[in-house]
């Protein structure tokens, strides 16, 4: 759905519910996957400043929030990473899960030597783009060993459901394609795209409640993730009408897999895997992440508290030794224009 369309659906939901045209902090909520739209932008541009530093990452970044939020125009914003050993607990359900990821290379010979040499950029930028946004007024949040999935899909579940707010979930990840509904959207910047219930139906032919069942079936191969053999979309559906137009469990699959293996061999296929179905089914489902309740808590801790306020000055004082440079247009005005509503917001919070 594109923006113009679904900020006029979103307008027209607003005046039915007779809210007034002023917005509260957990009114419209951006949630982004960091290291997500971190990797995007360090593959895709390979800018270096005056030294011949590579800023690809950190400066890609920092203008595609300030893209996102005049888009978006949100009360709040929230930038989500992995914690260190975040992957931990899925792989002790799927060993292979991830694995084969970041072997090969995401840029180019012309910046970049040798793989160390990539990778220690990555971790350089990464770094210091913690510092940029600290300067700023949003809330970045990492945990140890959990992942940053779970982190996005629990604040956007408590914030929709606790403060019925609008949360605009940014990741090219199509894992948070299950968690949409009537308050949570995804954008895909791949796609430069939003997804709304309506959008997941059209595109994939099933309910957004039931793209987990859909990925679970058919695989991801992004994650290692293996479905059933020769089961693709078409025939997923030809066989699973349900899914268009029901919200199912696993278990219903099952049900109707045993009263049907005798017409087809998918059916006995699902019966047979359902052990290793179940598995993926549970690493891949976000709307039973895999956190403890302190880790909720502390989440919702976080939530309620208010973020730094702007600091301009620090931020300029990073961006000038960075050597950023013409990276940002207009960077004061860029800095006033897209982070002072959020400060105000902020404030009020307070």
Same mark, same amino acid.
């Given at each position: 759905m594109k923006k113009q369309?679904?900020?006029k659906l979103l307008d027209n939901i607003n005046q039915e519910e007779g809210k007034e045209s002023t917005f509260n902090i957990n009114d419209r909520i951006l949630v982004i996957d960091g290291m997500n739209l971190f990797l995007?932008?360090?593959a895709i541009l390979n800018y270096v400043n005056e030294a011949g530093v590579h800023i690809g990452g950190l400066a890609g970044f920092l203008?595609?929030?300030?893209?996102? !939020?005049?888009? !978006?125009?949100?009360?709040?914003?929230?930038v989500v990473f992995d914690g260190i050993?975040?992957?931990t607990n899925r792989k002790n359900l799927i060993p292979e899960y991830k694995s084969g990821r970041n072997v090969n290379r995401i840029t180019n010979w012309d910046v970049f030597e040798n793989l160390d040499d990539e990778h220690d950029s990555k971790i350089d930028q990464i770094s210091r783009l913690i510092h940029y946004l600290r300067c700023l007024p949003i809330k970045v949040i990492s945990i140890d060993k959990v992942e940053a999935d779970d982190i996005i899909a629990h604040i956007s579940d408590y914030l929709s459901t606790k403060h019925n707010s609008k949360c605009f979930i940014v990741s090219?990840?199509?894992d948070f394609i299950q968690l949409i509904n009537g308050n949570i959207i995804v954008y895909r910047p791949t796609e430069k795209e939003f997804y709304t219930p309506q959008t997941v139906l059209s595109k994939f032919g099933v309910l957004p409640e039931n793209f987990i069942l859909y990925k679970t079936l058919i695989g991801d191969n992004s994650d290692k993730i293996a479905g059933i053999k020769d089961l693709g979309p078409k025939t997923l559906l030809s066989k699973f009408p349900e899914l268009a137009t029901e919200v199912l469990s696993l278990d219903d699959i099952y049900n109707i897999s045993e009263k049907k293996y005798k017409e087809h061999v998918i059916y006995s296929r699902i019966i047979l895997e359902r052990n290793n179905l179940d598995k993926n089914f549970k690493?891949?489902?976000?709307?039973?992440?895999?956190m403890d309740d302190n880790e909720k808590e502390y989440l919702n801790d976080i939530i309620n508290q208010p973020c730094f306020e702007l600091n301009i000055a620090d931020f300029m004082y990073l961006y000038n030794e960075d050597g950023l440079g013409h990276s940002i247009k207009n960077v004061n005005f860029w800095l006033q224009d897209n982070f002072?509503?959020?400060n105000n917001f902020n404030k009020s919070k307070k």
């Open positions: 369309e679904l900020f995007r932008n360090f203008r595609s929030l300030g893209f996102l !939020i005049n888009q !978006i125009k949100p009360t709040s914003v929230y050993g975040s992957s090219s990840d199509k690493v891949m489902d976000l709307k039973n992440p895999l002072m509503p959020l």
